[in-house]
Nanobody, 128 residues
Framework: QVRLVESGGGLVQSGGSVRLSCAAS????????MGWFRQAPGKEREFVAA????????FYTDWVKGRFTISRDNANNTKYLQMNSLQPEDTAIYYC?????????????????????WGQGTQVTVSS
């Protein structure tokens, strides 16, 4: 069984930065996609970014606009989301997720249904 644990959330001022971590235990056979989603109060969970495990190919939602960077440390089985220039509208619970496939045609990786495993989430609050 694969288990994902997020960390690194907290309270940050507008314009600040936060780095989220997602540590994975267990094993997914073959290549896979690791994604970050977020969910603000009263809103749907939305895609933020994703990275393939082997090649490290990265994918972002349009509104990231260069502020966020997803990366991986395969030696430690950990993925990261570096978030810069944070704004109050970035306040949300951030979730990491893993899929048993690394296919990225049709941008399927932007859908929450693409993923098989989810972490419990970490709260990021940006104060104005």
């Amino acid at each position: 069984q694969v288990r994902l644990v997020e960390s690194g959330g907290g309270l940050v001022q507008s314009g600040g930065s936060v780095r989220l971590s997602c540590a994975a235990s267990g094993r997914i056979i073959g290549d896979y996609m690791m994604g970050w989603f977020r969910q603000a109060p009263g809103k749907e969970r939305e895609f933020v970014a994703a990275v393939t495990d082997r090649a490290g190919s990265t994918f972002y939602t349009d509104w990231v606009k260069g502020r966020f960077t997803i990366s991986r440390d395969n030696a430690n089985n950990t993925k990261y989301l570096q978030m810069n220039s944070l704004q109050p509208e970035d306040t949300a619970i951030y979730y990491c997720a893993a899929s048993r496939t690394a296919a990225y045609y049709g941008r399927a990786y932007t859908s929450r249904h693409y993923y098989d495993y989810w972490g419990q989430g970490t709260q990021v609050t940006v104060s104005s």
